[in-house]
């Protein structure tokens, strides 16, 4: 072999670790079962908190009978209001003059809202003591439905309120004329039902005075440690720095996790006043009652258009039910429906639109974050539209998206919200997408089997995926931040404000820091979730950790490596732009013999420091923070669903999915199409299985997982996934990617049921559509026909 | 979702069960535990007294003599629908055992716990029904013997006294042939809709409904329409008569649907 040639095969396999298939380094304790979780944390003497929650969706509290409990063998004291009075209240409430108290003072405003707090030996104990707890309510009437609470009936939820919690209204210049001026138009109202996040890990929290500090240390399972520290430190009435929060590994987090609840401020509270170590830990019961709950929207529409298929313009008004307070520090029902107005057209040329939001208390659970936050109830709707353009023009829903697409050439495109998009693969994604499914075949086939009573339907979904905002669930830090620390051994340790709970930020952070220092991924620890370590940071939701995280990464990466050249390019007696760093070592270009390895270089910067150059700080450190230009990052593709609908149950099955996906410069693959299959399987939760059902007095009748439908990997198809590669202009060319997929693949699957039944003049319009529905829309038809 | 507080007794004869079963009141049996253990989290069910079966010797034998299947109460679902027994002479028991949950579940949860629980909407009952199976119940006054058909009387409700353990299960195995079975689930594993287990015979045929009442539901017709209009009229009319728990149009609609799918698949395997 050649010299040229050997050189030539060494580079082509040296270690580039971003963009690679790189299998993830927390698998191996995350699937032996060694991952610590928050429930696993020991401290000597902890004592646990059972709740006494409301069984009334409304109601005055009389009294609160404790003497029962209080007797109970294990009872170690017992709180109500009077004992905790902490509250939180989150910006939009408090402008309405609201608080949501820790514990329920006088009036209970949702089923499952903490009325008392048990402190006990025991979980066992706690609850045999919930169990005696007596509590008198003189009922009030619940507000229920969003109409009626829109007009104040049949009450107010908080006296002095009005229900309106929020209202906005948007319009295109020329909206109206440009609606009447149409040829053609058509209404639908569209809706989505309450559903939650149900992270495998339920939320919680464990709190002691550290003996040592006097400080309190909160264990929580989170997304965002520091935005933890700052609202439980004001809650509390303590600065931040007499506060310590340590985030565990977290078992998923959805968004749910992002919101701070009440009970956390009694666990915390307890610690403080009472000196005691406690903990609670979520039951899967009080997860699908209390955990923020999410996507109560209705959308009425109104949309024109012309006869090519072209849409004109889109009218929405846009409800949503806050729940009884919003949830804290990020309202639901705001964030749904405000930011689902500014991307309701889509990836399409949708030149004007026109909304309403009308936002409203209720008595129900609390609204909050859950993945995709508005991204699945705007793709629902309008990709919802999109189909019905196409039915009501008999055109093929391909054709309508064709004529409406943004072209490559109007990029970067402003919408017609003024939401501006990064450069994206969006008629591409959709080309791709057909390609991979054959399209054109499978309609062929379609009709065939149509004939012989078998009902196929394909659903496309094309969609836009705002990511890496300056404001998301994840607060208003626009920013992450990163150290870089090479120890004294040469070994890298590295550390962020994130919060992941399963996107394995510590490979693909490693990932990156790697191929700026030129060192083997096994020599980086990337650590977090500790507020004591990592450098202050929003944390993780929004689809920001990789565009923001990552940026930082690559920053404090290029700080750092520009400080081992610095170093090197001294004891090399080089000039510091020929010293290259690779496979864990600083040499010369062209001369690599003439070395220093990272581990030699540490052992002068920390023991042999004589031989550092003037000015070379001792030590190997470095903090880099890495803002977005953009105050938002668009990522784009295609998802199609394949299924058949059984006309005889109503039964539904996936026979094919594939997902064409760009969110810019792919850091790992592998963890990409992790996140897009999770999301797919929540997407088919959404659009067929999963909702949490309220009857007529407010009780939610849906809190065990029998009941609460949730995909499981029987029913989760095999997908198919493409990947796009539209770099964005920011640092690495990123965009975010954590949302995409539940963005998408609701409306993918709820288009394909309209898809199928479209012989019997069906469309879905609310979510999830189920079994009973589709059978009853199918008797629909065959009696009108008939 | 912690239980209320019990004493815990682990046996390991029925002689033992049923001493304990009588001398504890508000004491409950604990075999695989499925179903049990969820409503004692959720303190829906309250025992004083918990007597674990599942020390029993040889409390899952399946035996097969002279037509005449004996099953003992313990065995868990998987094995059920794994028994080279069962899948040869009774194979729509073993198929509908395999129905039941998900592997996990089937590994813990037992024929005779299903039997007693009465679920209207668990397949093992019905099966049952279907297959006029025997059950022989034990206690401290001895054994006595009830057909499947009387032993269920509603929802949850069986005719098994306080003190009393179901301990075998006896069938014919010839009862099993031309037996055949549907069912409708939202998921793979959840609880039925709705199900059937259809017999035809040249002159007779029997339907056992079962997630559209509130216990098994048994009738014995004439033989079915060959006919599939007149056939699916028949069983549509029939399950209009059903009085199903919550869902009653739907659940009414895949009774007949169920009935039709177990129809044809013996005629299919049949032919």
């Given at each position: 072999m050649s010299d040229a040639l050997h050189h030539l095969q060494k580079n082509a396999l040296k270690p580039k670790y971003t963009g690679a298939r790189v299998t993830r380094k927390e698998d191996a304790r995350l699937l032996t079962g060694a991952s610590r979780y928050l429930d696993d944390i020991e401290i000597p003497g902890m004592y646990e908190i059972a709740f006494v929650r409301s069984q009334r969706s409304a109601a005055r509290i009389c009294a609160i009978h404790l003497d029962a409990a209080q007797a109970t063998p294990g009872v170690k004291r017992i709180l109500t209001a009077k004992e905790c009075p902490c509250f939180f209240g989150s910006a939009e409430d408090v402008a309405n003059g609201v608080v949501q108290p820790a514990l329920a003072r006088d009036v209970v405003r949702y089923v499952g809202e903490p009325i008392v707090a048990i402190i006990a030996e025991t979980r066992y104990a706690a609850e045999d003591a919930v169990e005696r707890v007596q509590i008198d309510y003189e009922p009030l009437q619940p507000v229920l439905a969003m109409r009626e609470s829109l007009l104040d009936q049949p009450r107010r939820v908080h006296e002095k309120t009005p229900n309106r919690m929020f209202h906005s209204e948007y319009q295109t210049s020329g909206f109206e004329d440009a609606f009447q001026a149409a040829p053609h138009h058509l209404v639908e109202v569209f809706q989505t039902h309450r559903q939650t996040g149900v992270p495998l890990e339920t939320r919680g929290l464990a709190a002691t005075i550290d003996p040592g500090s006097g400080r309190l240390t909160i264990y929580a399972t989170h997304q965002s440690p520091h935005g933890l520290r700052g609202d439980m430190a004001v809650a509390l009435g303590i600065e931040e720095n007499e506060l310590r929060v340590i985030?565990?590994?977290?078992?998923?987090?959805?968004?749910?996790?992002?919101?701070?609840?009440?009970?956390?401020?009694?666990?915390?509270?307890?610690?403080?006043?009472?000196?005691?170590?406690?903990?609670?830990?979520?039951?899967?019961?009080?997860c699908l009652l209390t955990d923020v709950?999410?996507?109560?929207?209705?959308?009425?529409?109104?949309?024109?258009?012309?006869?090519?298929?072209?849409?004109?313009?889109?009218?929405?008004?846009?409800?949503?039910?806050?729940?009884?307070?919003?949830?804290?520090?990020?309202?639901?029902?705001?964030?749904?429906?405000?930011?689902?107005?500014?991307?309701?057209?889509?990836?399409?040329?949708?030149?004007?639109?026109?909304?309403?939001?009308?936002?409203?208390?209720?008595?129900?659970?609390?609204?909050?974050?859950?993945?995709?936050?508005?991204?699945?109830?705007?793709?629902?709707?309008?990709?919802?539209?999109?189909?019905?353009?196409?039915?009501?023009?008999?055109?093929?829903?391909?054709?309508v998206r064709r004529v409406n697409m943004i072209p490559d050439e109007l990029f970067p495109y402003t919408n017609a919200a003024g939401q501006a998009y990064d450069r994206g693969s969006y008629r591409a994604s959709l080309e791709k997408a057909l390609e991979m499914l054959n399209y054109d075949e499978l309609r062929a086939q379609q009709k065939t089997l149509r004939d012989h009573g078998k009902y196929i339907g394909i659903g496309i979904s094309a969609f836009v995926e705002p990511t890496a905002m300056a404001q998301s669930e994840a607060g208003s830090v626009p920013y992450e931040s990163a150290t870089i620390r090479i120890e004294p051994n040469g070994s890298v340790t590295a550390a962020f404000g994130l919060g992941p709970s399963g996107q394995g930020h510590e490979t693909t952070m490693a990932q990156l820091i790697a191929d700026e220092l030129g060192v083997d991924l096994k020599d980086i620890v990337v650590l977090h979730g500790d507020t004591d370590s990592a450098p202050f940071g929003g944390g993780t939701g929004g689809s920001r950790s990789g565009p923001i995280g990552g940026g930082a990464a690559l920053k404090a990466g290029r700080a750092m490596k520009e400080k081992l050249q610095t170093l090197a390019s001294h004891l090399l007696e080089a000039a510091k732009e020929d010293v290259q760093l690779e496979d864990g070592k600083a040499f010369v270009a062209g001369v690599p013999t003439r070395n220093f390895s990272i581990r030699e270089l540490a052992q002068v910067a920390y023991t042999d420091v004589l031989r550092l150059p003037e000015d070379f700080p001792v030590g190997l450190e470095v903090v880099a923070r890495y803002q977005p230009k953009r105050p938002v990052t668009f990522s784009n593709g295609t998802h199609i669903a394949v299924v058949e609908v059984d006309a005889q149950t109503g039964m539904i099955e996936v026979l094919d999915y594939v997902v064409v996906n760009d969110c810019g410069r792919l850091i790992n693959p592998l963890i990409v199409e992790g996140q897009i299959q999770g999301g797919v399987a929540q997407g088919l939760g959404s659009a067929y299985l999963e909702e949490l059902r309220y009857d007529d007095q407010g009780q939610v009748t849906t809190t065990t997982l029998a009941d609460y439908l949730l995909p499981v990997a029987t029913e989760v198809p095999r997908m198919r996934i493409a990947h796009l590669e539209t770099p964005s202009s920011g640092e690495g060319g990123f965009k975010g990617m954590g949302e995409g997929s539940l963005i998408a693949s609701p409306a993918a699957f709820a288009n394909a049921v309209s898809d199928a039944l479209e012989p019997f003049a069906f469309m879905v319009s609310a979510l999830p559509v189920t079994p009973d529905q589709i059978l009853a829309a199918i008797d629909r038809s065959r009696d009108s026909m008939a | 979702m912690k239980p209320a507080p019990f004493s815990y007794i682990r046996v390991a004869t029925v002689e033992e069960a049923a001493n304990a079963l009588s001398e504890y009141t508000d004491a409950k049996l604990l075999a695989g535990g499925q179903s049990l253990i969820p409503l004692m989290n959720y303190r829906?069910?309250?025992?004083?007294?918990?007597?674990?079966?599942?020390?029993?010797?040889?409390?899952?034998?399946?035996?097969?003599?002279?037509?005449?299947?004996?099953?003992?109460?313990?065995?868990?679902?998987?094995?059920?629908?794994?028994?080279?027994?069962?899948?040869?002479?009774?194979?729509?028991?073993?198929?509908?055992?395999?129905?039941?949950?998900?592997?996990?579940?089937?590994?813990?949860?037992?024929?005779?716990?299903?039997?007693?629980?009465?679920?209207?909407?668990?397949?093992?009952?019905?099966?049952?029904?279907?297959?006029?199976?025997?059950?022989?119940?034990?206690?401290?006054?001895?054994?006595?013997?009830?057909?499947?058909?009387?032993?269920?009387?509603?929802?949850?409700?069986?005719d098994l006294a306080e003190d009393e353990i179901l301990t075998r299960i006896h069938f014919f195995a010839s009862s099993a042939n031309r037996i055949h079975f549907a069912e409708i689930a939202r998921r793979p594993g959840d609880f039925a809709l709705s199900g059937a287990f259809v017999r035809v015979e040249e002159s007779a045929t029997e339907i056992t409904w079962f997630g559209v009442s509130d216990m098994p539901y048994h009738l014995t017709l004439d033989a079915l329409p060959v006919e599939e209009k007149a056939r699916q009229a028949l069983f549509t009319s029939l399950a209009s008569t059903l009085e199903p728990l919550d869902q009653t149009v739907y659940r009414r609609k895949l009774a007949a649907v169920v009935a039709e799918r177990a129809y044809l698949k013996g005629r299919r395997v049949q032919a």
């Open positions: 985030v565990p590994e977290v078992g998923g987090a959805f968004g749910i996790k992002a919101h701070a609840y009440p009970e956390y401020l009694v666990v915390a509270y307890a610690a403080l006043k009472y000196k005691l170590p406690v903990k609670w830990i979520s039951d899967r019961t009080e709950h999410a996507r109560d929207d209705i959308h009425e529409v109104e949309v024109a258009f012309e006869g090519n298929g072209r849409i004109l313009a889109i009218r929405d008004h846009l409800r949503a039910d806050a729940g009884a307070y919003s949830a804290f520090p990020f309202c639901g029902a705001i964030g749904e429906t405000v930011l689902a107005s500014r991307v309701l057209t889509g990836p399409y040329t949708i030149p004007h639109l026109a909304t309403t939001i009308d936002c409203t208390y209720s008595n129900k659970t609390p609204l909050g974050a859950y993945r995709g936050v508005w991204g699945p109830i705007a793709s629902f709707v309008q990709e919802g539209i999109v189909d019905r353009v196409a039915r009501a023009l008999h055109l093929d829903p391909v054709e | 829906l069910s309250k025992p004083t007294v918990l007597i674990d079966l599942c020390g029993i010797e040889a409390f899952a034998s399946v035996s097969l003599k002279d037509d005449v299947f004996t099953i003992r109460a313990g065995i868990t679902h998987q094995s059920l629908h794994e028994h080279p027994l069962v899948r040869a002479y009774a194979p729509v028991l073993a198929e509908c055992a395999g129905e039941v949950g998900h592997w996990a579940i089937r590994n813990r949860g037992t024929l005779g716990g299903s039997l007693a629980h009465a679920d209207p909407a668990s397949e093992l009952p019905a099966a049952m029904v279907a297959l006029d199976a025997r059950f022989v119940l034990t206690s401290v006054r001895g054994e006595r013997t009830v057909t499947a058909r009387d032993f269920y009387l509603g929802l949850f409700t069986t």
